[in-house]
Structure formats: structure tokens, C-alpha cells
């Protein structure tokens, strides 16, 4: 694995730790955010790992693990579905317009989600 691949997990590990601890404390909505944060860094290492990218924006990790899926990449589609899910949460939770609640069953689903796209990246990037 290429040391940015490794710091783009190393982000993403950091990111599922603040999300449990987040968690942990019942800020639901911070450990939605910060977990959708994990999988988008471990997407970002796959994308670098596989593809030498470093991709900037959101839409631009989504758009890349598509067509990265659609040439054979071996990868759960519905954890790169999830990525633009948890993307729309992230943003209502920091942008509004209306105040986004997220409770404790939502959060524990990002955590296992996060968890399991994680589990899957380190898999892909070896």
C-alpha cells in the first residue's frame, strides 16, 4: 500500500474512533458526520491505492468508486450506494437548513457501515 493510501486509512481510523466516541456520548450527529468522514477516507485510499488519484471533492470519491466498480473493482456496492446517503446527512447536519436530529439507532447503522466499508478498503488495498 502507498504511504498516502496508508494516511487516507489512518484518517479513516481516526474518524470511526471519533465516531464511537461521539457515539458513546449520545451526539448522534456528530457520529453520523464522522463516520460518513471514515468511509469517504477509505474510499480516498482505494481510489489512491488502485488508481495513484487523489480525489478532492465528495462527488468526485463517488463518481471515481463507480466507474472503479464498473471496470471490476471487487467491492459491496451498497457501501459506495451509502456513500451519498451519509453525504446528504453530513451536509443537513452541518448546513440546515432545518435542524437534522439523528438518533441512536441511524448512528449505530453509520457506525456499522463505516466499520464494515473500512474493513473492506484495508481488504482492496492490502
Request: net charge negative; glycine share 6%.
Amino acid at each position: 500500500m502507498s504511504p498516502e493510501a496508508v494516511n487516507y486509512i489512518g484518517i479513516a481510523e481516526a474518524m470511526l474512533a471519533r465516531a464511537h466516541r461521539s457515539f458513546l456520548a449520545e451526539i448522534y450527529e456528530d457520529a453520523a458526520r464522522s463516520a460518513y468522514l471514515a468511509m469517504l477516507n477509505a474510499a480516498r485510499a482505494i481510489i489512491f491505492d488502485k488508481e495513484g488519484l487523489a480525489t478532492k471533492t465528495h462527488s468526485g470519491v463517488r463518481t471515481k468508486m463507480y466507474d472503479m466498480l464498473r471496470g471490476g473493482l471487487v467491492f459491496d456496492k451498497q457501501l459506495v450506494d451509502f456513500l451519498a446517503t451519509a453525504f446528504e446527512t453530513k451536509q443537513s447536519v452541518d448546513y440546515g437548513p432545518e435542524i437534522v436530529l439523528v438518533d441512536r439507532t441511524q448512528a449505530e447503522d453509520y457506525l456499522n457501515r463505516a466499520a464494515a466499508f473500512l474493513a473492506a478498503a484495508k481488504a482492496v488495498c492490502g
